[in-house]
C-alpha cells in the first residue's frame, strides 16, 4: 500500500492550501481514507475521512466550515482543501486509510500510514 501525500506549504492566517493523497496497492472500494494530524508536542488526530464506498464524511469540530475532503475514484485519489486556516492548524499533516470506517475517530485502527506533509500557518 502507498499513500503519496503533497500540497503543504508555509500560509499566512486566512490563506488556503490543498492536500492530495494519491493512493496504490488496495482495494479503493472498501476503506476509509482520510487526513490526520500531529502537531509538535500534541498526539495524532484525526482531521478528515471520507468512505471510498458511500462517500461518507467526518471533520473534527475544530475544521468544520473550513477543511473540505472529497474524492476522485478515477484517479484513487483524496484531496483536502484548506481554507480560513489558522496558526493553531500548524502540523505535519497525514494520509492514512483503515478499513474499520472509524479510523478518524481512533487513531489506533489506521491500517497504513502515507508519508506526513508539512503545514505551517504563519504571519
Known amino acids: 500500500v502507498q499513500l503519496q501525500a503533497s500540497g503543504g506549504g508555509l500560509v499566512q492566517p486566512g490563506g488556503s492550501l490543498r492536500l492530495s493523497c494519491a493512493a496504490s496497492?488496495?482495494?479503493?472500494?472498501?476503506?476509509?481514507i482520510g487526513w490526520f494530524r500531529q502537531a509538535p508536542g500534541k498526539e495524532r488526530e484525526g482531521v478528515s475521512c471520507?468512505?471510498?464506498?458511500?462517500?461518507?464524511?467526518y471533520y473534527r469540530e475544530s475544521v468544520k466550515g473550513r477543511f473540505t475532503i472529497s474524492r476522485d475514484n478515477s484517479k484513487n485519489t483524496v484531496y483536502l482543501q484548506m481554507n480560513s486556516l489558522k496558526p493553531e492548524d500548524t502540523a505535519i499533516y497525514y494520509c492514512?486509510?483503515?478499513?474499520?470506517?472509524?479510523?478518524?475517530?481512533?487513531?489506533?485502527?489506521?491500517?497504513?500510514w502515507g508519508q506526513g506533509t508539512q503545514v505551517t500557518v504563519s504571519s
Open positions: 492514512a486509510t483503515d478499513n474499520s470506517g472509524y479510523g478518524c475517530y481512533n487513531v489506533s485502527l489506521v491500517d497504513y
Open positions: 496497492g488496495f482495494t479503493w472500494d472498501y476503506y476509509s
Open positions: 471520507i468512505s471510498t464506498v458511500d462517500g461518507s464524511t
